[in-house]
């Protein structure tokens, strides 16, 4: 069965903590992506990776880090740079090409205390 | 640079009755255009997506979308809703030409009352 997981789906976490995220797939996707989903924002994205070993910045990159040493997974930490790191956290994956729709995971609600 | 619009945040609408979500988009470029529909607490689902050819495009759970390139919108539409409607709905454009990141509108709360 096919698809995203994300885990652990509520975090809590002290101010000033690094926290991870992880998200794996089993789709076979090339690419993947991290957003950030805050209410009335819509979703904004923070890194995302078109290939093993390679990721990219998104608009809101700032305060958190990623890593893609392998094709299934790509775990996102959240620093303690983040100024405001409550969110919920979306991870989503697609096929390469223009065209192809993202697929994404259940989500990770992080409350930071 | 491209930019979606959601022009409406919340939509209340009776059980039954038709409903019609507004999206706006701009781009310098050919998009493909997409529509996401999420339940609380859940990821996105694709609801349907617009790449060429026809500007009516029929999704899942009865819903459609028209593309209209010159008033540069994609409305969802669907002619008789279900409580199970209820959720927040999302509009994406992405651009056509290299590689371009997805932008998403800031959503449409959909409210089925019974």
């Known amino acids: 069965d096919g698809g995203i997981t994300q885990s652990p789906k509520y975090l809590f976490r002290k101010e000033g903590q690094n926290v991870t995220l992880s998200c794996e797939q089993n789709?076979?996707?090339?690419?993947m992506y991290w957003y950030r989903q805050d209410p009335g924002q819509g979703l904004r994205l923070i890194y995302y990776s078109q290939i093993v070993n390679d990721f990219q910045k998104g608009d809101i990159a700032e305060g958190y880090s990623v890593s893609r040493e392998k094709k299934e997974s790509f775990p996102l930490t959240v620093t303690s740079a983040q100024k405001n790191p409550t969110a919920f956290y979306l991870c989503a994956s697609s096929i390469q090409g223009r065209q192809n729709e993202q697929f994404f995971g259940p989500g990770t609600r992080l409350t930071v205390l | 640079a491209q930019s979606v619009t959601q022009l409406d945040s919340q939509v209340p609408v009776f059980e039954e009755a038709p409903v019609e979500l507004r999206c706006n988009y701009s781009s310098s470029v050919s998009v493909y255009l997409f529509w996401y529909v999420q339940y609380p607490n859940q990821g996105l689902q694709l609801l349907l997506k617009y790449l060429s050819g026809s500007t009516l495009v029929k999704g899942i759970n009865g819903f459609e979308a028209e593309f209209n390139k010159s008033q540069t919108s994609f409305h969802l539409r669907k002619p008789s809703v279900h409580i199970s409607d209820t959720a927040e709905y999302f509009c994406?454009?992405?651009?056509?030409?290299?590689?371009?990141?997805?932008?998403f509108g800031i959503g449409t709360k959909l409210q089925v009352i019974p």
């Open positions: 789709l076979n996707h090339d690419a």
């Open positions: 994406a454009v992405k651009g056509s030409g290299g590689y371009q990141k997805v932008t």
